[in-house]
């Protein structure tokens, strides 16, 4: 089973960090509000990146790195993926295949 660290931009303009093995029902699980108290009131929620890991364990490793990074530097993560998604898949230092999910439902400035 395939387990993936994500990153989704809620509608305050905040990230959330999380990991799960299915990014469809987790994300609705969020967007309906039963899926984190940070998240529940913060919705809708946008994937706007994702990570494949081998397990649990890798996925939950990269989620603390992510979650230790500054804001810069996670909205630096995604547009490195957005670029990543334009010349498809590639592998990054832990061996797992970076996919990001770009939000398409409203644009930023960064």
């Known amino acids: 089973m395939s387990w993936f660290c994500y990153l989704l931009r809620c509608a305050d303009d905040t990230l959330y960090c999380g ?56 909205l630096a993560l995604i547009e490195s993926g957005l670029k990543t998604l334009r010349q498809f898949h590639h592998k990054n230092e832990s061996g797992c295949a970076r996919r990001p999910w770009p939000d398409t439902s409203r644009d930023r400035p960064t």
């Open 19 to 74: 990991i799960t093995n299915d990014l469809e029902k987790r994300l609705a699980a969020h967007n309906a509000g039963t899926a984190s108290k940070y998240t529940r009131t913060r919705a809708p929620m946008a994937l706007v990146f994702a990570e494949d890991s081998p397990d649990r364990s890798a996925a939950s490793k990269r989620e603390m790195e992510i979650k230790a990074l500054s804001r810069a530097d996670k």
